[in-house]
Nanobody, 127 residues
Framework: QVQFVESGGGLVQAGGSLRLSCAAS????????MGWFRQAPGKEREFVAA????????TYADSVKGQFTISRANAKNTVYLQMNSLKPEDTAVYYC????????????????????WGQGTQVTVSS
């Protein structure tokens, strides 16, 4: 069982930045590929970014490429999402997720690859 504490969400003006953090419990963090997803009101949950166990491989949704950066600090059991140049359409609840990864380079771009989910943190971007 993996549990998370997400933080870093909030209200920001368009063009601003936020960094989300997701701290995981347990000693097996290194076994999991990590991802970030988001869900806007009235919309389905969508993939944002993912990172491999080692941090050496990443993948992003086209809508956030060049704008968001995912990273992880395995010594701290934490994954981050740096969000720059935020737009009102980035407003959503952001969720981190963990998927048991068979290979160090595995990244999962679909919610079906993930076993555990955080509780979500609200990001609101005002225009």
């Amino acid at each position: 069982q993996v549990q998370f504490v997400e933080s870093g969400g909030g209200l920001v003006q368009a063009g601003g930045s936020l960094r989300l953090s997701c701290a995981a419990s347990g000693r097996t963090f290194i076994l999991y590929a990590m991802g970030w997803f988001r869900q806007a009101p009235g919309k389905e949950r969508e993939f944002v970014a993912a990172i491999s166990r080692s941090g050496g491989s990443t993948t992003y949704a086209d809508s956030v490429k060049g704008q968001f950066t995912i990273s992880r600090a395995n010594a701290k059991n934490t994954v981050y999402l740096q969000m720059n140049s935020l737009k009102p359409e980035d407003t959503a609840v952001y969720y981190c997720a963990a998927g048991l990864a068979p290979f160090e380079s595995s990244v999962f771009g679909s919610q079906f690859g993930y076993n555990y989910w955080g509780q979500g943190t609200q990001v609101t971007v005002s225009s």
